[in-house]
């Protein structure tokens, strides 16, 4: 457990927590507070429960990094990974599939997760992507997409960028490949 109260993994998650988070919350009350409203149309009510729906998504990822700061999880990797594929890709038609399973050292743990959690959010936001495989060993980690690839062209991007300096901070290396038929991205593990 990360309950240090001055570390400042606990202080970003009371920021969170206090600011984000609670932003999120007033809006959702707020988009529940209209979809009732008695003289909305059928069509707008269906709009708006599907925004209301994303934004939830979106608060179950934000109380995830929450949780994920203040904590030291002792969960393998595999099942992190696939608790973190599950709220990216809910609501979405994309299939994903997760094999393998590696050692990671906890110290590391975390900023790989946050890695991989950009890169699968760039497969499901930019590339189009209807499937996305994770093969998981103990000295790599392949994510590949049968997206419109464009990943190499975003290289100068503030996501891959972040991506980049959390994998540097722990020791690993990233490669990319990307074509109109799908990117692939290896990160080879220290």
């Given amino acids: 457990m990360n309950s240090s109260p001055n570390s400042e993994r606990t202080r970003l998650a009371r920021e969170l927590h206090d600011g984000l988070a609670q932003e999120l919350a007033a809006f959702g009350y707020r988009i529940d507070q209209i979809i009732g409203d008695e003289n909305q ?16 998504s979106i608060i179950n990822q934000v109380r995830d990094e929450i949780y994920d700061l203040r904590t030291d999880s002792p969960k393998p990797l595999v099942e992190q990974l696939k608790d973190q594929t599950q709220n990216i890709f809910s609501g979405s038609e ?58 190499i062209s975003k290289e ?3 996501g891959i960028t972040g991506v ?23 990160i080879t593990l220290p």
């Fill in 164 to 186: 980049t300096e959390r994998l540097t901070q722990i020791g690993a290396k990233l490669a990319m490949n990307s074509n109109p038929s799908g990117t692939t991205i290896e």
């Fill in 41 to 56: 149309t059928q069509q707008n009510r269906t709009s708006l429960r599907e925004l209301r729906n994303s934004l939830s």
């Fill in 156 to 158: 100068s991007s503030y």
């Fill in 94 to 151: 994309i299939l994903v599939e997760v094999n393998g399973d590696a050692s990671v050292d906890s110290a590391h743990k975390y900023e790989l997760l946050r890695a991989i959690r950009e890169l699968l959010l760039n497969s499901k936001r930019h590339a189009n992507a209807s499937k996305v495989i994770i093969n998981l060993t103990d000295h790599s980690i392949l994510i590949s997409d049968d997206g419109e690839g464009g990943v």
